[in-house]
């Protein structure tokens, strides 16, 4: 048997293998090694599970003596201020637009003609009523010549109607009628005289004849006369009088629509205003409808286009700052356009200016279609409760650029403080717009942040002086 070399056991030997040393050539068993393995590692086990709870210790002894120190030491005071009381700046955005003139319109004649006069020019200045422009009417004064003796002949025979017939007219009637009266008897004595003669044979018959037919003829005439005589006695009749007044009518109306001609050929400022642009000279023939002059009024108006949003938030009547190059002027919401326009996707807001002291400088710049700049203020209705003010020494520094502020729950004067995540939205040096998990009337500790930490006993002692809110 050689060194190192492994025995393996015989019958009725205890099973353990052996091995044989190279120097010396003794047996030795093969388990001392693995037990002595067993033993270092029940030893590392045993020390690591020692180590564990020795710093389970330390933690627990560490916790207990800050809560010895929480309950001995005083609470720090603080100074708070309550969501929504501290005021800050109005926000407001700038909206860029038009000045226009309140009205606009281009003049014109509603009849055609040849141009008489324009007795304005360029910047010229007209008040309501005052003559801008005329058309010739000679053609006009020809026709109320020829329509006012139509209306006098009409007239007069309407006032021959209502008097009725003259006495003398009467009189004659009735002479007329006893001059026929007269013819019948005698007609009446012819006709007996020929049919007496007739009887006899004295007589022709064509003589008889014209006799009998004399006496109809006759009587016809008397009859007619007689008739004539009680129209003239009854007066004219009713329905006479209602034509003849209705023709009268028909030719005032003519002399009505001359007159309306007349005002159709001249041009009157329908409003105060100043002439922006005269295109018509005098001896032009133009016809009805051609543009002659604009006029446009000295009153401006802006003439803005918002975003749906910002228009929602406006109303008529609200105040407004309106500027143009360094002149600044106040305004209000005049109209609104209740829709949205395809090609801008924006509300068109009018706001007119407020008249105030005049100014020569300011009045040269607010000239019509200069931009104009609407100072909208932008503190939306729907997200008020959401973003609050705070003065800026409120803010704690977060991780990765993030800011929060630390809040006392409750209403209790001695209370730990919690931090609460924010967003800044603006700031104008001592204060700062944020919005986040906050509520209105939560305590947040206004000033001091940098020796506290979340989770330390304070003690609110005073409030801090709210800043009441700029309009």
């Not at 389970?56 to 003596?65: F, H, L, W």
């Not at 021959?160 to 007609?187: F, W």
């Not at 704690?396 to 800044?424: F, H, I, M």
Request: hydrophobic content about 45%.
């Amino acid at each position: 048997m050689t060194a190192g070399e492994t025995v393996a056991p015989t019958i009725g030997d205890p099973v353990m293998e052996t091995e044989v040393s190279s120097a010396t050539g003794v047996r030795r068993p093969l388990c001392r090694r693995a037990a002595i393995a067993s033993a270092v590692v029940v030893t590392i086990v045993i020390v690591t599970a020692a180590i564990a709870a020795s710093r389970v210790q330390d933690r627990a002894a560490t916790k207990a003596s800050a809560v010895r120190r929480e309950s001995t030491v005083d609470p720090l005071p603080v100074a708070i201020v309550r969501v929504g009381s501290f005021g800050g700046p109005e926000l407001s955005s700038n909206y860029a637009g038009l000045l226009i003139a309140r009205r606009d319109s281009v003049l014109g004649f509603e009849r055609g003609g040849r141009v008489a006069r324009v007795v304005v020019d360029e910047a010229s200045d007209v008040h309501a009523g005052d003559l801008i422009a005329e058309l010739d009417q000679q053609d006009l004064d020809a026709a109320e010549k020829r329509v006012r003796s139509e209306l006098v002949a009409a007239e007069a025979l309407l006032a021959e109607r209502i008097a009725g017939p003259r006495d003398e007219t009467i009189q004659a009637a009735r002479a007329r009628v006893k001059e026929l009266s007269a013819r019948v008897d005698l007609a009446k004595l012819e006709a007996e005289r020929q049919q007496q003669l007739a009887s006899r044979g004295a007589t022709s018959r064509s003589e008889l004849d014209a006799a009998v037919f004399g006496l109809q003829a006759s009587e016809n005439g008397l009859l007619a006369a007689q008739a004539a005589l009680e129209e003239l006695s009854a007066g004219t009749r009713k329905e006479q009088i209602a034509a003849q007044r209705a023709e009268c009518d028909a030719i005032e109306a003519e002399l009505e629509q001359i007159e309306s001609q007349r005002q159709d050929s001249r041009i009157v400022a329908p409003f105060d205003g100043t002439v922006a642009q005269r295109m018509i000279d005098e001896g032009v023939v133009v016809p009805a409808g051609a543009a002659v002059v604009q006029l446009v009024s000295d009153r401006r108006e802006a003439q803005v286009g918002l975003p749906p949003r910002v228009a929602a938030d406006l109303k008529r009547g609200d105040p407004v700052v309106l500027q143009v190059r360094q002149s600044t002027r106040c305004g209000v919401i005049d109209r609104i356009e209740p829709t949205v326009r395809r090609e801008t996707r924006t509300r068109v807001v009018f706001a007119r200016v407020v008249d105030g002291e005049p100014n020569e400088v300011a009045d040269s710049e607010w000239v019509v279609g200069e931009v104009v700049q609407m100072r909208v203020p932008t503190d939306s209705k729907r997200d008020a409760n959401a973003k609050h003010w705070l003065p800026a020494a409120a803010l704690v520094r977060g991780a990765k650029g993030l800011w929060a502020v630390l809040v006392l729950p409750g209403e209790d004067p001695v209370t730990k403080c919690q931090r609460r995540a924010v967003e800044v939205l603006k700031t104008d040096g001592s204060r700062v717009l944020v919005q986040g998990m906050l509520k209105p009337g939560e305590r947040v500790i206004a000033e001091g942040v940098h020796r506290l930490t979340a989770g330390m006993v304070v003690r609110e002692i005073e409030s801090h002086p709210s800043n009441p809110r700029k309009s």
